[in-house]
């Protein structure tokens, strides 16, 4: 009895401080995590979806906020006079959040490209998400109305063979931005002008 | 006591290197040592775990159950690596990026776990800091020669640190690719075996 004591006492102390400690560590580093993935995730994404930008879409990046959702969007002139904004959504991948850079033109709703960002996927399945970007090209041109699903839930999206449940998360991000754009739009466009 | 404190830190860097005479941890050494800045990065980030995991598991080695100990040491080391994951994600970034899913894994790596139990389990607080800071230099070691190897055949280049190669065999030499491929570890680590057994045979 003693000992099943001192066992469950001693591992409850030791996982209570590592979680503690963690919490703490996280808390600490976040904003410097946050500044690393805007400079080497975000920034070449939105490179090069905006790859005519004429400003500088990092620097002019603002939060806007509409019925309890807060969202950093990153908005751009294109060369042709063209306003856009990009933005990042979230979708549950097979090793973690996949995190979706989607550009869209704003006076047509059509969405000019979107590239994958922080992702936790298998190297060389999954990642090919990032990598190739036939995957993420299917996106470009599409209307932000359209039905961002997979075939095989009877969408319009391609999944890549091997990597259904990345597919299926990148889409999944792809409809998170569906929704972010419809309520935040008419925010986003007062903000820049 | 000095003496010992030498023998347990520099065993690891020769007499136990733990790559080449242990021969544990080869799951991290396989995969990572593509470049010698890869292996220097993932070899820094094992020894910080070894060195914290060893000293705390040295610290709490007589509150610790022994029905319950391989769950403790699994703790410490796992609370080590989220904190090395944090602080790569927080200043070095590429890095983080090129070791990826193998960081994580550093908790299910076979030296630390293996030192903790087979060491620091059994030993002074001092006497596992000196131990784990020995085997993590020499993992480090081990882990940059391959990777420098590897590079150099593979790929012509050698990178120590930053993403900028060193320097580059010049143009004439053709990579032999298959070097920085996923086989190519496994006869690089051969190579280097065999050599470090004929060295030591004298």
Redesign the interface.
């Known amino acids: 009895m003693r ?1 099943m004591l ?2 469950i006492v ?2 409850t102390v ?2 209570a401080v ?1 979680g503690g ?2 919490a703490a ?2 808390v600490k ?1 976040e904003p ?2 946050e500044e ?2 805007l ?2 995730q975000k920034a070449p994404a939105i490179k090069a979806i905006f790859a005519d930008a004429t400003n500088d879409p990092i620097k002019e990046r603002f939060n806007v906020k509409a019925e309890d959702t807060e969202l950093q969007v990153f908005p751009s002139t294109l060369a042709d006079g063209i306003k856009a904004v990009a933005f990042e959504a979230k979708g549950g991948g097979y ?1 973690g959040p996949i995190g979706l850079m989607v550009g869209v033109n704003l006076d047509t709703d059509e969405i000019i490209a979107v590239r994958v960002t922080t992702h ?1 996927e298998t ?1 060389g399945i999954g990642s090919r998400a990032k990598e190739d970007l036939s995957f993420v090209g299917q996106f470009a041109g599409m209307s932000m109305a359209s039905n961002f699903d997979i075939k095989g839930k009877g969408g319009d999206i391609d999944a890549m063979s091997g990597a259904t449940v990345t597919s299926a998360g990148v889409s999944q991000a792809a409809v998170a931005a569906q929704d972010l754009y419809k309520k935040l739009k008419p925010e986003i466009v007062k903000q820049m002008n | 006591m000095a003496q010992s404190l030498v023998k347990e830190f520099t065993k690891g860097l020769w007499a136990e290197i733990p790559l080449f005479r242990l021969v544990l941890g080869l799951c991290p050494a396989l995969a990572v040592t593509k470049t010698c800045e890869n292996g220097i990065g993932m070899g820094m980030a094992t020894t910080f775990v070894l060195l914290f995991s060893n000293i705390l598991v040295s610290m709490l080695r007589n509150i610790i159950p022994t029905k319950v100990r391989i769950a403790c040491y699994i703790v410490i080391i796992a609370t080590f690596v989220t904190i090395v994951e944090f602080v790569m994600q927080a200043y070095t970034y590429e890095l983080f990026l090129k070791l990826g899913i193998f960081i994580p894994l550093i908790v299910v790596n076979c030296v630390v776990l293996g030192r903790a139990e087979a060491f620091a389990g059994k030993n002074t607080v001092m006497l596992s800091a000196a131990d784990g800071l020995g085997m993590g230099i020499g993992f480090t070691l081990a882990l940059s020669s391959l990777g420098a190897v590897r590079e150099l055949i593979g790929a012509g280049t050698l990178t120590i640190w930053g993403g900028t190669p060193l320097f580059t065999i010049g143009h004439g030499y053709i990579p032999f690719q298959f070097m920085v491929e996923g086989p190519g570890a496994f006869v690089g680590l051969g190579m280097m075996l065999c050599l470090m057994n004929l060295i030591g045979k004298k």
């Open positions: 000992e001192s066992m001693v591992l030791l996982t590592s400690l963690l560590v996280k580093t410097q995590i690393q993935v400079k080497f090793g936790a190297p």
